[in-house]
């Protein structure tokens, strides 16, 4: 039987694999129908679909953080790939050491960039003389905390991490805001058919000239297209040229989107649709 292939930032026990093996069981998958498997980046899953994988799932933001640019600007730049459907995932930060240790005992703390932010207050009011060491997922940073001979340094990461690397919980929930939710997309090499209720991500650039992106945004408020995120990312060319990254209600294929997207690509030098999915 042949296995879908599905890839994720690894190693094992990362929030991007929890939300794989969430969806996993959401979709209905049988044990046997897949295969997943982890990339050292998120640059190396985004650039393997098509090529050694089939599906691939990437965070793309968080409640408390925003976007994560190394996504957008992925897709944005890189990637040949389509946007076939999201899913979010409540983010539950733990801290982590080989024992359990006082917090003046803890001189590093290892984690993913936005995992570190994402428990900011919580490291500065109790662990302010910690050094953050920025490592490349949550899970890396406990693998890290795991080989190190030392007791004194500790990583932040969800409740799988202490099973999987032989860790201690040394302090719970250490996330700032209860609600702490990441966005993933799940990507592959086609998007998904319209099903009523679906959302489309794509790219634009505009003109440098007054009111160039007021007329693109109005195309949308013309059709009554509901925008659901706008961000804007360096166009990597000139500073201060950006590239626009939005999410909007509707699906590519369907009225009155496939209309606004005619009038858009008529205003613009660049224009790229990533894919329209099931919200
Ligand atoms: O490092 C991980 O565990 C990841 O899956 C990456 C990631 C991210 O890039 O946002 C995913 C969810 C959390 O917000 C923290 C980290």
Same mark, same amino acid.
């Given at each position: #039987?042949?296995?879908?292939?599905?890839?994720?930032?690894?190693?094992?026990?990362?929030?991007?694999?929890?939300?794989?093996?969430?969806?996993? *069981?959401?979709?209905?998958?049988?044990?046997?129908?897949?295969?997943?498997? &982890?990339?050292?980046?998120?640059?190396?899953?985004? *650039?393997?679909?098509? /090529?050694?994988?089939?599906?691939?799932?990437?965070?793309?933001?968080?409640?408390?953080?925003?976007?994560?640019?190394?996504?957008?600007?992925?897709? =944005?730049?890189?990637?040949?790939?389509?946007?076939?459907?999201?899913?979010?995932?409540?983010?539950?930060?733990?801290?982590?050491?080989?024992?359990?240790?006082?917090?003046?005992?803890?001189?590093?703390?290892?984690?993913?960039?936005?995992?570190?932010?994402?428990?900011? @207050?919580?490291? #500065? /009011?109790?662990?302010?003389?910690?050094?953050?060491?920025?490592?490349?997922?949550?899970?890396?940073?406990?693998?890290?905390?795991?080989?190190?001979?030392?007791?004194?340094?500790?990583?932040?990461? *969800?409740?799988?991490?202490?099973?999987?690397?032989?860790?201690?919980?040394? &302090?719970?929930?250490?996330?700032?805001?209860?609600? *702490?939710?990441?966005?993933?997309?799940?990507?592959?090499?086609?998007?998904?058919?319209?099903?009523?209720?679906?959302?489309?991500?794509?790219?634009?650039?505009?003109?440098?000239?007054?009111?160039?992106?007021?007329?693109?945004?109005?195309?949308?408020?013309?059709?009554?297209?509901?925008?659901?995120?706008?961000?804007?990312?360096?166009? @990597?060319?000139?500073?201060?040229?950006? =590239?626009?990254?939005?999410?909007?209600?509707?699906?590519?294929?369907?009225?009155?989107? /496939?209309?606004?997207?005619?009038?858009?690509?008529?205003?613009?030098?660049?224009?790229?649709?990533?894919?329209?999915?099931?919200?």
């Amino acid at each position: #039987m042949i296995k879908i292939k599905i890839g994720f930032l690894g190693p094992h026990g990362t929030f991007s694999e929890e939300a794989l093996d969430n969806w996993i *069981n959401k979709s209905g998958l049988g044990p046997d129908s897949y295969e997943k498997i &982890a990339f050292p980046t998120i640059i190396d899953v985004i *650039n393997a679909v098509g /090529k050694q994988i089939d599906m691939a799932i990437v965070p793309i933001e968080n409640s408390l953080e925003g976007s994560v640019n190394m996504t957008i600007d992925c897709l =944005i730049h890189e990637a040949e790939v389509m946007i076939a459907g999201e899913a979010v995932l409540p983010i539950v930060q733990h801290l982590f050491a080989k024992k359990s240790i006082p917090f003046e005992e803890i001189r590093e703390v290892y984690s993913h960039p936005q995992a570190l932010f994402q428990c900011r @207050k919580f490291l #500065m /009011k109790n662990l302010p003389h910690a050094v953050l060491k920025e490592v490349s997922s949550t899970a890396e940073g406990a693998n890290i905390v795991a080989k190190s001979p030392s007791y004194g340094i500790a990583a932040i990461g *969800n409740q799988f991490l202490s099973k999987l690397y032989n860790l201690t919980v040394v &302090a719970e929930s250490i996330q700032d805001s209860q609600n *702490n939710m990441t966005r993933f997309y799940l990507l592959s090499t086609e998007d998904k058919p319209s099903t009523g209720h679906d959302k489309t991500t794509l790219v634009f650039s505009t003109a440098n000239r007054p009111g160039s992106l007021f007329k693109c945004l109005k195309v949308f408020a013309q059709q009554q297209l509901n925008l659901t995120k706008i961000e804007s990312r360096p166009s @990597k060319r000139i500073l201060g040229e950006y =590239i626009f990254f939005i999410e909007v209600e509707g699906h590519r294929l369907d009225e009155p989107l /496939k209309t606004a997207l005619v009038e858009l690509k008529q205003l613009t030098g660049f224009c790229k649709v990533l894919g329209s999915y099931p919200v």
